[in-house]
C-alpha cells in the first residue's frame, strides 16, 4: 500500500505532527475468509499476501485474523493479520506484510485514514490482547516513505531489514514509444533481438497451469537457485474468481513453450508473482520479449499504475535485468525495516527475541546454501538503507 502523491503531500505532515487523528472515526471489523478476499478485490492497495486463499496456505501454522476498517458507514480499507504463537504460549506476535491496505490510494485523506487504521490496529493487537504488533510495508512509489515514518512517530521501533531490499516498479502508464525510450540501452537492444527470432506472445487460461509448472520445474533443477518462494500456493490463487486470480502467459517459438510468467495483477500494483524459461530462451531473448508484452497487456487491460518486479535475492544479473526494464521512467525503491511495537514491555521483548532467532537461523541456513557446490550463489552488493530508515 503507498499513499498517492497528492496525498502524501497533503497529509503526510498532519499524520506525522497529529499521530492520534482521526483514530476514533475509523473502526475495525473482523469477517470471514471468503468475505475478506471478495470484498479486498476492489481495493487500490490488494497484493497476494493480503490475500486469505494466499495466507491460509503459505503460513498453515499461524491464525489468519482478517479485518474491515470503517468510517462513517464506508470501508475505506483493510488489514490481514497473522497471528504467530510464540513457543510454549509465552506469547503472540501480530504480523501484517504489505499493509494494512486503503481501498483508495487516491483519496485525499489517505494519509489520516491509514493512521486511523493503525491505531485500531494497536488497540487491538497491543492494548487489549497484549501481542507484539509487527508490520512490514510496502516499497513506496514516493520519494518520502509517508507510511513508515508515520509508524515511527506513533513510537514503533525499528526492527529487521530485508538482506536486498530494493524493488524494481515499471510505470505502465507510458506509450508504446515512451515505454521503449525508457528501457535501458542494453535492455531495448535485446528486445530488438527478440523480435527477430519469431516469437509467439500468448495470454493463456488457467487450465493451462500444469505446463508452467513443469516449465518452473525444469528451469529450478537447471538454475540451482535455492527457491523460498509460495508456489505451493498457486492452485488455490487460480482457483480464485476475477479480479484475483492472477493472469498466466507464454512465449512459444515454433509452437514449443520457451517461457512464461504469471503476474497478480488486481489494484494499482500488478505483481510479477513467478517466472519460468526453457534451456533455448536465452539466445532467444525470450524473457525480454515475454515482459515487454506483459507491460503492454497490464497497461490496455488493468486499472494498475505500476508493474512490481519483486526483487533479487542477492543475484546481479536478476540486478541489470530488471533494473534495464524500470529504465528512466520507473522506480528502484527499497522495502522499509520491519516496524516493531508493544504496550507491555514483556511483550516486546518476547517478540523481538523471537524475529531475532528466526534471523539466526535464516542466516545458518543461508551460510549452508552458500557451501553447497550446485547452488547459485548470490553476488550483488546491498545497496545502503535510505536515511529515513537508519
Not at 521501533?157 to 505502465?172: E, I, M, Q, S
Request: proline share 5%; charged share 25%.
Amino acid at each position: 500500500m503507498s499513499l498517492s502523491a497528492g496525498a502524501a503531500q497533503n497529509d503526510a505532515e498532519a499524520m506525522v505532527s497529529s499521530p492520534t487523528r482521526m483514530a476514533a472515526g475509523v473502526i475495525a471489523r473482523p469477517v470471514d475468509g471468503q468475505e475478506w478476499d471478495t470484498v479486498v478485490g476492489g481495493f487500490d492497495g490488494v497484493c497476494q499476501e493480503q490475500l486469505f486463499a494466499f495466507a491460509s496456505i503459505r503460513w498453515p501454522g499461524v491464525k489468519v485474523e482478517p479485518r474491515l476498517f470503517e468510517r462513517l458507514g464506508r470501508i475505506v480499507g483493510g488489514s490481514l493479520v497473522m497471528v504467530q504463537r510464540l513457543p510454549l504460549g509465552l506469547s503472540h506476535i501480530a504480523i501484517i506484510k504489505w499493509g494494512p491496505m486503503l481501498a483508495d490510494t487516491n483519496a485525499q485523506d489517505g494519509a489520516l485514514l491509514y493512521q486511523g487504521m493503525i491505531e485500531a490496529l494497536v488497540a487491538e493487537y497491543a492494548d487489549k490482547r497484549g501481542m507484539m504488533l509487527s508490520i512490514l510495508p510496502h516499497a513506496s512509489t514516493q520519494d518520502s516513505h509517508v507510511e513508515y515514518r508515520s509508524l515511527r512517530a506513533r513510537g514503533f521501533k525499528r526492527g529487521a531489514t530485508l538482506r536486498f531490499p530494493d524493488r524494481y516498479l515499471v510505470n505502465l502508464r507510458l506509450s508504446d514509444e515512451a515505454q521503449r525510450k525508457s528501457f535501458g540501452q542494453t535492455w531495448r537492444r535485446q528486445l530488438n533481438k527478440s523480435e527477430k527470432s519469431e516469437l509467439v506472445f500468448e495470454h493463456a487460461g488457467a487450465n493451462q497451469l500444469d505446463a508452467f509448472k513443469a516449465l518452473y520445474a525444469a528451469m529450478s533443477d537447471r538454475k540451482q537457485f535455492p527457491d523460498y518462494s509460495a508456489f505451493d500456493t498457486l492452485d488455490a490463487l487460480m482457483a480464485l474468481d476475477q479480479p484475483l486470480r492472477p493472469e498466466l502467459f507464454f512465449v512459444r517459438q515454433a509452437g514449443e513453450l520457451v517461457a512464461g510468467a504469471l503476474i497478480f495483477k488486481s489494484g494499482d500494483r500488478a505483481v510479477y508473482l513467478y517466472g519460468a524459461t526453457s534451456d533455448r530462451a536465452l539466445p532467444l531473448r525470450a524473457g525480454y520479449f515475454l515482459h515487454w508484452h506483459v507491460i503492454r497487456w497490464l497497461r490496455d487491460h488493468t486499472r494498475a499504475s505500476w508493474y512490481d518486479l519483486g526483487g533479487t535475492d542477492g543475484f546481479h544479473g536478476l540486478h541489470q535485468f530488471k533494473k534495464g526494464m524500470v529504465g528512466d521512467a520507473g522506480l528502484i525503491r527499497p522495502v522499509p525495516p520491519v516496524a516493531n511495537f508493544a504496550t507491555r514491555p514483556l511483550a516486546y521483548a518476547l517478540g523481538a527475541g523471537a524475529f531475532a532467532a528466526r534471523e539466526a537461523y535464516n542466516e545458518l541456513r543461508r551460510q549452508i546454501e552458500a557451501v553447497r557446490p550446485s547452488r547459485a550463489r548470490p553476488d550483488q552488493t546491498p545497496s545502503p538503507m535510505p536515511e529515513e530508515f537508519q
